[in-house]
């Protein structure tokens, strides 16, 4: 798999001496940034031109980690700061995150420092963190680890690598823990935002904008693998890759999880379930739509739990609307909900009238919404760290095509759904517009449920409401 050329960055690490052992300065980074929203970081950032000042790149970067240090936090340090700086490594950042290759550097706070920067979080820049505090590596890894369960620490894995060496449990302090030069930068195609959750894009046929689909692996040991969707055995090698080294350490897969029938989700279903002597769970709905399905298939509706080795329970929802079947995991003491396509990071579903119910959809958000998640895992995109906001702009996007629907229509008088496309999505590109029709569709005949609007097979009519006609 190629990717882009990747923008060179540098993170640093501050560490200091606490009364548990090392700690470490994290920032909460916002939930409306585009790059990991609402994870810890340390600081970092990009290497610019003033940072070479005739030096190599590595030197640059090392002149980098300084700088987004004091630009995000108004840390300054002395001219030795530089000579104290310890190398961890290079990373290289999966591309379809956002290909970066990155230089990890830490910093041992002296006690003189560590008393000026003990309250380092009153002067964090605020277009990068909504928060920020000191905290013992091990407190940061057992909260990543779900323990005790509450809301996700999330952490991308060079951080959670880096804590493990502070806390002792990765090699001595003069090893490197990633690449030795950008050459050997350690890849990977995947993400594990916090303990026994990991997140693995796999390349499927699913609908533009999107071009992968989001495989889950949940369970610490016991492993569950949701949508392994990739459509053919190079797409699904990822997944394959990363199961067979956990099932080599010990872990055990429990079964595969449709979260629906569509084919960007269950691409990679025969092989894994051969591969891995695994069950099938999926809703009923969803199994009667498949075929050539694994002989060890189980039917799983709404409120039934699924077993894994988690501080949470997993329950399956049955939330309907983009599909009869789907289904969303919700991980309820931990806060987070495996949306499926209800919803997706960079566009909005489609409702295929065929077998969608835009009624039914509306409510399946609002079922989420009511839950209060602290993230939302969607099958497309990042995650949702923002989740109550983005579920009702969601509610409003959808309520407000449907107002501009039922506003084409009666000043129609009747139309078919082709007559009415332009006046209801002229805000989009018309290469879009066959796939917008199926929504709007979906909206005309939510407004037949609501006797808003008539259908005879062929037309749809406007129908005034009792205070027209009065």
Known sequence: MTHPEPTLTASLTLIRSGPAGPEVFLGKRRRD???????????????????????????????????????????????????????????????????????FFGLHLTAKEAKRFDSLQDTLDPEEFESGRWIAADDALNHWELSPPGPPFLMTRPLVTILRRLAGDAGTS???????????????EHLEPCGGVALVPLKTPTLP?????????????????????????????????????????????????????????????????????APLFAHPE??????????????????????????????????????????????????????????????????????GSMARYLQSLRRLKALDPAVLIPAHGGLITDPLD??????DHRLHREALVFDALKNAGSATADDLIPAVYSDVPRAVWPLARQSLISHLLHLVEQDRATYDGAVYRWVPSPNTLR
């Open 286 to 355: 969803t199994l009667a739509r498949l075929d050539d399905l694994p002989q060890d298939s189980r039917a799983i509706t709404d409120g039934e739990s699924i077993s894994l080795d988690l501080p949470c329970p997993v329950e399956a929802l049955h939330t309907p609307g983009h599909a009869p079947g789907h289904l969303a995991l919700h991980l309820d003491s931990c806060g987070i909900i495996a949306a499926g396509d209800l919803v997706a990071s960079g566009s909005t579903i489609m409702i295929d009238p065929d077998e």
């Open 174 to 188: 003069s090893d490197l823990l990633f690449g030795a030069d950008e050459e050997a930068a350690p890849f990977s």
């Open 33 to 103: 940034r585009s790059f990991l929203p609402g994870f810890h970081a340390f600081f970092a950032g990009k290497v610019e031109g003033v940072d070479f000042q005739g030096t190599d790149r590595f030197d640059a970067s090392r002149r980098a980690a300084l700088r987004e240090c004091f630009e995000e936090s108004q840390a300054a340090f002395g001219d030795d700061a530089l000579d104290r700086l310890q190398f961890y490594g290079w990373w290289a950042t999966a591309g379809w995150m956002h290909p970066f290759l990155t230089a």
């Open 209 to 277: 904008p999107a071009t992968h689909t989001n495989a889950l692996i949940l369970g610490q040991e016991e492993l569950l693998i949701v949508d392994p969707g990739a459509w053919d055995a190079p797409s699904l090698r990822p997944l394959v890759d990363i199961l067979r080294d956990r099932v080599a350490s010990g872990h055990e897969v429990q079964g595969l999880f449709l979260t629906h029938h569509h084919r960007d989700h269950v691409g990679g279903i025969a092989e894994l379930s051969r591969g891995f002597n």
């Open 390 to 395: 983005h579920l009702q702009a969601v509610i």
